[in-house]
């Protein structure tokens, strides 16, 4: 499956954004769809999660009151809501996609088979 993230852009602290992640090639079904982020600065971060067949989402702690995983399945679309953004939040944010992910792992980024090529996000201050 080929991954398109999009959605990216320069922003204000506080402003909203929506990320969305298209599968190409196949459909998302029977896989766990992912967003992290990665800075020069810092590892790749887990972000979200969520499982396409039965819509269960994960959000990492630091951010579950700010950014919000959900899914399209008309669009085959993954999304990641972004709200009050801060400018630590400023990375490049990648889509991902595992089949054979454990609930234990899918905040592991070597557990995703498939990456998108990433989307720009810059919060400005």
């Known amino acids: 499956v080929q991954l398109q993230a999009s959605g990216g852009g320069l922003v204000q602290a506080g402003d909203s954004l929506r990320l969305s992640c298209v599968a190409s090639?196949?459909?998302?079904?029977?896989?766990?769809v992912g967003w992290f982020r990665q800075t020069p600065e810092k590892e790749r971060e887990f972000v979200a999660n969520?499982?396409?067949?039965?819509?269960?989402?994960t959000h990492a702690d630091s951010l579950k009151d700010r950014f919000t995983i959900s899914r399209d399945i008309t669009k085959n679309t993954v999304y990641l809501q972004m709200d009050n953004l801060k400018p630590e939040d400023t990375a490049v944010y990648y889509c991902?996609?595992?089949?054979?992910?454990?609930?234990?792992?899918?905040?592991?980024?070597?557990?995703?088979?498939?990456w998108g090529q990433g989307t720009q996000v810059t919060v400005s201050s």
């Open positions: 969520i499982g396409w067949n039965g819509g269960t989402t």
């Open positions: 991902a996609a595992g089949s054979r992910i454990i609930y234990s792992s899918i905040g592991v980024s070597s557990s995703y088979d498939h």
């Open positions: 090639g196949r459909t998302f079904r029977g896989y766990n």
